[in-house]
């Protein structure tokens, strides 16, 4: 009886997510579930790679930064998962851990230089199927994991 919905692109606050389960019995809707929630602009994530389709084996890449930083990129782990067919309920499949420090000269123009080695890249393999990656940054800051960034692939 359990439920999936993506939420992407929430622009930073605090926000209630309102959940109305519907009886298949009665046909009404039952008792609100309320869930609030923070959205964190100061990290940020981003998957450049790879594109809606991909082949068995390719590389994640992106950048992710944490602007409340002073002397470093502020993210100090990444943690990726894959969700097999989104929606199923079937447990994700752990891809790995991997720490920003490949350059990115492009991120460190926009934001400071702390921010060059924001940069990672995770070799993945999966098989065929639709998945949603999932980034979560772990904030050398705050000491936990403050956002996470989604993208649907269909892996041939």
């Not at 068995?56 to 944490?66: A, E, M, N, P, Q």
């Not at 930083?69 to 782990?77: L, N, Q, R, V």
């Not at 891809?95 to 926009?110: E, H, K, M, Y």
Request: hydrophobic residues 40%.
């Amino acid at each position: 009886s359990g439920f999936y919905m993506d939420v992407l692109s929430m622009p930073a606050g605090v926000w209630d997510i309102v959940v109305l389960p519907r009886s298949t019995v009665t046909g009404q809707f039952e008792m609100a579930r309320v869930t609030r929630i923070t959205v964190d602009p100061a990290v940020l994530i981003t998957i450049d790679a790879p594109g809606a389709t991909a082949t068995s084996s390719f590389t994640l890449r992106g950048w992710s930064i944490d602007r409340r930083a002073t002397s470093s990129g502020g993210i100090d782990a990444l943690h990726v998962y894959a969700y097999p067919n989104p929606g199923s309920g079937a447990q994700p499949i752990w891809l790995g851990a991997v720490t920003p420090n490949q350059s990115r000269p492009d991120v460190a123009a926009i934001f400071g230089s702390r921010y060059n080695l924001s940069g990672y890249s995770l070799p993945v393999g999966l098989a065929p199927g639709v998945y949603d990656l999932v980034v979560f940054a772990h904030s050398s800051v705050t000491h936990s994991f403050d956002n996470a960034r989604l993208i649907r692939i269909t892996v041939q």
